[in-house]
């Protein structure tokens, strides 16, 4: 797909990125409801608020939303956008057999989330 990204850029980006730019990355690769889905909120529309301001999710959603940001980066940049889409949605061996969405929309805590970006860095990583 395109160049090979750095873990460690898509970790600092998470972290200093605006929320609403996250968000529209989100959409843009996952769309609308695969993001609201992950950002743990029933309403989809809430994503396109955030991106346009209006709105500022929780703290819940803000980490589910700049974790799953650094999945997705990792895993568009070496997959591409549906290969993304299955990962996310998929069984995964290494969250319990849990899919990593699920474990993203549950999560209360960065604990919750300690495996997941790892997951997909070991996916993306073997694009290599």
């Keep these: 797909m395109s160049l090979a990204i750095v873990p460690e850029q898509v970790s600092e980006e998470a ?3 605006p929320v609403d730019e996250i968000a529209a990355f989100l959409q843009h690769h996952l769309g609308q409801r695969m993001t609201a889905y992950i950002s743990g909120v029933t309403d989809p529309k809430m994503v396109s608020r955030w991106i346009a301001g209006r709105n500022t999710p929780r703290d819940e959603p803000k980490m589910r939303l700049r974790e799953g940001y650094q999945v ?3 895993l568009v940049s070496a997959y ?3 290969t993304a889409k299955a990962w996310l949605f998929g ?3 290494r969250l319990d057999d849990q899919a990593p969405a699920y474990v993203l929309r549950h999560a209360s805590n960065w604990e ?3 495996f997941v970006v790892p997951a997909a860095r070991m996916f993306a990583g073997a694009a290599s």
Aim: no cysteine; aromatic share 0%.
């Design 15 to 17: 972290a200093r990125l």
């Design 112 to 114: 919750d989330l300690r």
């Design 91 to 93: 069984s995964n061996t």
């Design 72 to 74: 997705v980066r990792l």
């Design 80 to 82: 591409g956008d549906e």
